[in-house]
C-alpha cells in the first residue's frame, strides 16, 4: 500500500515491527505550511493552526517546528491551538477566517493559497538539509511478501515504470493526473492549483531510509513515537526493489 511516513512509523512500532516492511518510496516533498496573511510565520503564539490528523506526516512536522521555535501546544501548557481535521473542513473554515494556518498535504496548500488567499510560510523541504522529505512510502504486510513475492515483485516493476514515466514527462503526466482526479471528484483542480501542487512533489521509488530515519527522530522528539527511542532495524526490506532497480 501507499502510506505516509509518519503512519507507517506508528504502525510499525506498534506492532513490534510484525506490521509492515517498507520496501520503496514513492514521493519526497509537497507538504506545507500555509498562513493568513497576517499571521506572522516567527510568531506562531496564539495561534490555531490544523493538520490533517493526529500523529500523520504534516502533524508531526508542525509539532517539531513549534518545539524547535519554543512554542507550546495548548495541551502542553502552552497558547498554540492544533486542532486536527479532514483537508476539506481545512479549507473551508480557513476560508472563514476560523483558522490562522495549515501544515497539509499537496493540493491542499495549493487550494488554501488559490482558492482561500493564504499565503505560503514553509516548504518543508527547506527544512531539510538535501531537500528530500518523504512524504509517501510503499509498504507490504510481512506475511504477503513472504507468501506473495511474486505479485509484489510485478507490483513493484509497476511502481518503479510508472516513476520513471513521471521522471521523463513531467508535464504530460501532470496532465494525465488533472485528469484522473476530475473523474474520481467531479471537477478538475484548476491549472494554477495543479501546477504549483505538482512543483512542490518530487516523484521517487528510492526507500529515503535515511530520511525516514531523522522523521522518526523528529517525530519521538516531538513526543509522538512513545516514551522509548525508535528502533528501525527491520523497517525495510529492499530485497526485491534492489533486483528490480538495481
Do not use: C, K
Amino acid at each position: 500500500l501507499y502510506i505516509g511516513p509518519a503512519p507507517a512509523l506508528q504502525g510499525y512500532l506498534r506492532s513490534d515491527g510484525d506490521a509492515l516492511r517498507v520496501i520503496a518510496g514513492a514521493t519526497s516533498g509537497g507538504s506545507v505550511l500555509v498562513l493568513r496573511p497576517d499571521v506572522d510565520r516567527d510568531d506562531l503564539r496564539g495561534t490555531r493552526l490544523a493538520t490533517p490528523g493526529i500523529g500523520n506526516s504534516q502533524d508531526a512536522a508542525l509539532r517539531y517546528l513549534l518545539m524547535q521555535e519554543g512554542w507550546r501546544t495548548r495541551e502542553r501548557g502552552g497558547d498554540v491551538t492544533v486542532s486536527p481535521m479532514a483537508p476539506a473542513e481545512i479549507l473551508t473554515l480557513f476560508s472563514r477566517g476560523e483558522l490562522d494556518g495549515a501544515w497539509v498535504a499537496e493540493p491542499w496548500g495549493s487550494r488554501l493559497i488559490a482558492e482561500a488567499g493564504g499565503v505560503l510560510a514553509i516548504d518543508e523541504r527547506e527544512l531539510w538539509p538535501d531537500g528530500t522529505v518523504p512524504t509517501t512510502l510503499v509498504a507490504v504486510r510481512p506475511g504477503f511478501l513472504s507468501e506473495q513475492p511474486e505479485a509484489v515483485r510485478r507490483f513493484l516493476e509497476a511502481h518503479v515504470s510508472l516513476t520513471r514515466e513521471i521522471q521523463a514527462d513531467p508535464d504530460g503526466s501532470r496532465e494525465r493526473v488533472r485528469q484522473a482526479l476530475a473523474e474520481l471528484q467531479g471537477r478538475p483542480l484548476s491549472d494554477l492549483v495543479m501546477a504549483d501542487a505538482w512543483a512542490r512533489v518530487d516523484f521517487t521509488f528510492d526507500p529515503m531510509a535515511d530520511a525516514v530515519a531523522e522523521l522518526a527522530d523528529r517525530a519521538f522528539r516531538a513526543g509522538l513515537l512513545g516514551a522509548r527511542r525508535p528502533d528501525l532495524t527491520s523497517l525495510y526490506d529492499l530485497t526485491l526493489l534492489q533486483e528490480v532497480a538495481p
